[in-house]
């Protein structure tokens, strides 16, 4: 879900993309030109609107009214997006691959090759986190990857410049960044 141009935005498996013009009360499909109505990621960023779907990128130029195809990534479905340091897109894949798009008309990059598909990136500043199992994937400004040891990280989140909160089965737990 992201808050753009005075409006809601969320992302549904079913839907497509969904919009509220009255604070999430009421929601409507916003999805002339989005190919694929399961949506699993949005993302603001490079002056635009951008969603994941199982068949590839989506941009929108309209506060998320009206999308188009972004052809370099329609060879795998889109799990994750998110804004890195600079405005950069960071993209995760079902085929575990992080791109990196560095302008809404550039060429992708890979940035990373992961063990697992990239179902999340968290990103705060420059830092970057993974999760992959039982390690998450850490880095800053997307240059080499590390890995930190934890339990079976289900999701995460930056709770500032140095800690970040892991998401278990088993429960919540905290750990330093070490880069």
Same mark, same amino acid.
């Given at each position: 879900? #992201?808050?753009?141009?005075?409006?809601?935005?969320?992302?549904?498996?079913?839907?497509?993309? #969904?919009?509220?013009? +009255? &604070?999430?009360?009421?929601?409507? $499909?916003?999805?002339? &030109?989005?190919?694929?109505?399961?949506?699993?990621?949005?993302?603001?960023?490079?002056?635009?609107?951008?969603?994941?779907?199982?068949?590839?990128?989506?941009?929108?130029?309209?506060?998320?009214?009206?999308?188009?195809?972004?052809?370099?990534? +329609? +060879?795998?479905?889109?799990?994750?997006?998110?804004?890195?340091?600079? $405005?950069? #897109?960071?993209?995760?894949?079902?085929?575990?691959?992080?791109?990196?798009?560095?302008?809404?008309? $550039?060429?992708?990059?890979?940035?990373?090759?992961?063990?697992?598909?990239?179902?999340?990136?968290?990103?705060?500043?420059?830092?970057?986190?993974?999760?992959? $199992?039982?390690?998450?994937? #850490?880095?800053?400004?997307?240059? &080499?990857?590390?890995?930190?040891?934890?339990? +079976?990280?289900?999701?995460?989140?930056?709770?500032?410049?140095?800690?970040?909160?892991?998401?278990?089965?088993?429960?919540?737990?905290?750990?330093?960044?070490?880069?």
């Amino acid at each position: 879900m #992201l808050s753009t141009d005075g409006a809601l935005l969320a992302a549904s498996l079913e839907d497509g993309a #969904l919009r509220s013009d +009255d &604070g999430g009360r009421t929601w409507r $499909g916003w999805n002339f &030109g989005l190919l694929d109505w399961r949506v699993n990621a949005l993302c603001d960023g490079q002056g635009a609107i951008w969603a994941g779907t199982d068949c590839g990128l989506f941009r929108s130029d309209s506060a998320g009214r009206s999308w188009r195809d972004v052809p370099a990534f +329609d +060879d795998s479905p889109i799990l994750s997006l998110a804004r890195a340091a600079g $405005g950069a #897109l960071l993209i995760g894949t079902e085929a575990c691959q992080l791109f990196r798009l560095a302008s809404p008309d $550039g060429t992708r990059r890979l940035v990373y090759r992961a063990d697992a598909p990239l179902n999340a990136i968290r990103v705060h500043g420059c830092r970057i986190a993974l999760p992959q $199992g039982k390690t998450v994937m #850490l880095a800053r400004n997307d240059g &080499g990857f590390a890995a930190t040891q934890c339990t +079976d990280a289900t999701a995460i989140a930056w709770l500032n410049d140095s800690q970040l909160l892991v998401g278990t089965e088993a429960g919540l737990v905290s750990f330093c960044d070490a880069i």
